[in-house]
């Protein structure tokens, strides 16, 4: 069995402010350690529940963050960008399973740093009218690959969020949201008990695949009118409202990465204070 671990760092034991997960800050040197203290608490799970396979992929910022020297031995990392399929590289490489480790909410819902993709700048993501976390939108890809996820950890409202587009995944909440930036925190030794136990029961149980569509629609609105103009700049996004745009495509592969370019292009127009 071959298992593919998507690694965010928002979602993870302790972190509850943008500096935790800022890389270079030196509270993201610090929450580094307890990033790969969850990884490595879900690797021991699913190698304990027989899998011969885990491929962590780094899917935080520049996506290196993991303290490779002090990773799982069972498993392999994935480190950096640039990757064609970013938070879910590794899917097409034919995993049976796959876990999304330190997660969290999507843009504009309640939860623990909650955003999609931009810190700030993207207030509500659909795709096909739901309201699209990161999650939900990799489990959509993972599903036109045939995978199911089976793990969701994150703050207890990420938990939530997952039962609704992957509702047999185990998941782990490792902190309860109180506020954006303040959650009460299990300590690493009993979260990654948690998670290890969440990852180990997560391999028993059968985890269908959702359905795919024929059609995916985003609709993704901004904090200001330039930033929906500039995703405009996007062939085949289109302005529908003064800060929402919206696009169609046949497959969520094309679509995620269109919604990446957006964010991409969106990012070099937001300006430090003013947004
Ligand atoms: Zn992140």
Not at 106 to 133: F, K
Not at 196 to 214: C, N, Q, Y
Request: hydrophobic share 40%; with cysteine; net charge negative.
């Amino acid at each position: 069995m071959k298992v593919l671990i998507s690694a965010d760092m928002e979602g993870v034991t302790g972190v509850t402010c943008p500096d935790d997960c800022e890389p270079g800050h030196p509270r993201w040197e610090h929450c580094r350690r307890l990033l790969t203290g969850d990884v490595n608490a879900a690797v021991a799970g699913f190698a304990e529940g027989g899998a011969e396979e885990v491929l962590v992929n780094e899917a935080h910022a520049d996506m290196r963050n993991l303290l490779v020297d002090q990773l799982d031995p069972r498993a392999t990392l994935l480190i950096g960008t640039h990757k064609p399929l970013g938070m879910m590289e590794g899917i097409d490489r034919s995993p049976h399973l796959v876990a999304l480790v330190g997660y969290h909410t999507g843009a504009g819902e309640p939860g623990v740093l909650a955003h999609t993709y931009l810190p700030n700048s993207i207030t509500s993501v659909r795709v096909n009218g739901a309201t699209a976390s990161e999650g939900r939108m990799n489990a959509m890809l993972a599903a036109e690959y045939g995978v199911p996820v089976a793990l969701v950890t994150g703050d207890d409202l990420t938990c939530a969020d997952a039962l609704t587009y992957a509702p047999t995944a185990v998941g782990v909440a490792v902190k309860t949201c109180v506020d954006r930036y303040s959650a009460i925190c299990l300590p690493p030794a009993v979260s990654a008990r948690q998670i290890t136990e969440g990852a180990r029961s997560a391999v028993d149980r059968s985890h269908p695949v959702p359905s795919t569509s024929d059609r995916y629609t985003y609709e993704v609105e901004f904090d200001a009118t330039h930033l929906a103009a500039l995703a405009t700049y996007v062939p085949g996004v289109e302005a529908v409202g003064h800060r929402t745009v919206r696009f169609t495509l046949g497959t969520m592969y094309e679509a995620i990465r269109c919604f990446r370019a957006v964010t991409r292009i969106v990012g070099t127009g937001i300006e430090p204070v003013y947004g």
